[in-house]
């Protein structure tokens, strides 16, 4: 018969069996420290950039390539530029004609003369003086003008104030063009057809200018985003 040592303790049969269930669960083995650490530090590695930081998604692009288009002219097409500019040179030739033979009594206006129009009746009526001076003298200036600020290249330029004083150059040329008329039927009581060819390419280029002033052409585009 076996003797117990004393102080030592007798250790139950079946205490290999617990040590050996505490690993298992139903005969199936529990993951392990050791192989689910290395899976959540790559996790935590990899949502946070390693360094506690959140790293920034794949799919947003950097901010250096998010490119600014440069504002840009809204440039008229080409038969409005050269439209304008025609019609401008054509008046401007109209009132040099007429500023020469206001100051040059040897130069006859080309112009019929009978009881409804008579070209030299207009021309020297006391209403062929505003201010002072001769309205064919304020014509040259005006054309002067509209034949530097309606080139093509001018309609390119996206100075605001150059498209403003433009516009409003033409509504106080159209304003003046009212005047005259009224002044030709009611107290002069003739036409002159060289002034009515001044007052015709005014209306057409007033047209033309208030519509492009409101199509927004001679101003810059607003940027955009590449």
Same mark, same amino acid.
């Given at each position: 018969m076996a003797t117990r040592k004393p102080g030592s303790t007798a250790r139950p049969a079946s205490g290999?069996?617990?040590s050996?269930?505490?690993?298992? #669960?139903g005969g199936r083995p529990e993951a392990s420290a050791a192989t689910t650490g290395p899976r959540q530090g790559n996790r935590s590695a990899g949502g946070r950039g390693g360094n506690g930081r959140?790293?920034?998604? #794949?799919?947003a692009a950097p901010v250096k390539a998010a490119a600014v288009a440069e504002a840009q002219p809204t440039a008229p097409p080409l038969w409005f530029q050269l439209t304008t500019w025609i019609l401008s040179l054509a008046g401007l030739g109209a009132s040099i004609y007429l500023t020469i033979a206001h100051y040059n009594t040897a130069v006859t206006l080309a112009c019929p003369a009978s009881s409804t129009i008579n070209c030299e009746k207009v021309t020297t009526s006391p209403e062929s003086m505003v201010f002072g001076i001769p309205v064919a003298v304020l014509g040259l200036a005006f054309y002067v003008f509209l034949a530097v600020v309606n080139a093509p290249s001018a309609w390119r330029i996206t100075w605001p104030p150059l498209r403003w004083v433009r516009a409003g150059s033409?509504?106080?040329?159209?304003v003046f063009v009212l005047y005259l008329i009224y002044a030709e039927l009611f107290s002069i009581g003739a036409i002159c057809l060289w002034c009515t060819s001044v007052h015709v390419i005014?209306?057409?280029?007033?047209?033309?200018?208030?519509?492009?002033?409101a199509a927004g052409y001679g101003a810059a585009k607003a940027p955009t985003r590449a």
């Open positions: 290999g069996t617990k050996r269930d505490k690993g298992t #669960r959140s790293a920034p998604a #794949r799919t033409m509504v106080v040329g159209m005014t209306f057409a280029l007033f047209v033309l200018i208030v519509f492009g002033t």
